[in-house]
């Protein structure tokens, strides 16, 4: 992590890994989703979006968590990589938030007769997304990545007191939102059947997070380096 150009070699290494556990996790959990899983009792078939919304939000609570990690220690040791950490997941995970609450809503119409309602836990995924793009747009309005960076992480940990407030919200107040059906311990809330699809949707979901963000990495540290020795011996390499 301290080092530019043993992370740049790294992660393009492990792409690939990231990018074909992609795409093994996300066939099998879409063949058992929509193929194996059982239509639920209450539900029926609309159900089954729950395979896209459930991880689209545990990944935007996940990455912003990422984040405000990576901003701890972007401030205390000041090292790049990290810095490159945040802004590489943020548009990431912008875009995990954006498709949970669309989903939401397209499962929200058939259960509550609405698309939209000001509950605790879709209104504070909304200050999540809006959180995701006031970083971006910070990083991108000041020229000194470095300084930029800094804004960043700070916004960073401050927003992520809304995490626990998501995760918690159907608990603390009286909402149209249900509660969780899937905890790490106690009995699961659905049957083993549902419950395998969506554990296999979740871990598909982290894998593409862990192949763009490693991209988006590689590319952000080449442009923070471009002229440095290291990337024009890179650059004078790949055009022999």
Do not use: C
């Not at 301290?2 to 879409?30: D, E, H």
């Amino acid at each position: 992590m301290g080092s530019p150009r043993y992370f740049y070699n790294v992660a393009g290494k492990m792409i690939p890994w990231f990018a074909i556990s992609f795409l093994l996790t996300l066939i099998a959990g879409i063949y058992y989703g929509l193929f194996v899983a059982p239509p639920d009792y209450q539900q029926g078939e609309s159900y089954r979006i729950m395979y896209i919304h459930v991880p689209a939000a545990w990944m935007s609570m996940f990455i912003y968590i990422v984040m405000a990690v990576a901003g701890l220690i972007s401030l205390v040791w000041r090292i790049k990589i990290t810095e490159i950490t945040i802004i590489s997941s943020a548009s990431v995970g912008a875009s995990f938030t954006f498709l949970a609450l669309v989903t939401g809503s397209l499962w929200g119409k058939p259960m509550w007769g609405t698309w939209w309602v000001w509950d605790a836990r879709l209104t504070s995924e909304l200050l999540l997304l809006f959180l995701y793009l006031g970083i971006i747009a910070l990083y991108s309005a000041i020229e000194d990545k470095r300084v930029a960076a800094r804004a960043i992480s700070i916004l960073a940990l401050v927003g992520v007191v809304n995490i626990p407030i998501i995760h918690y919200s159907v608990e603390w107040w009286n909402t149209l939102h249900q509660t969780s059906s899937v905890t790490m311990t106690g009995k699961q809330a659905m049957s083993t059947s549902m419950l395998i699809p969506l554990l296999l949707m979740g871990i598909s979901f982290k894998l593409y997070y862990g192949a763009v963000v490693l991209m988006r990495a590689r590319a952000e540290v080449l442009e923070r380096d471009r002229n440095t020795r290291w990337v024009r011996e890179l650059v004078e390499g790949e055009m022999k």
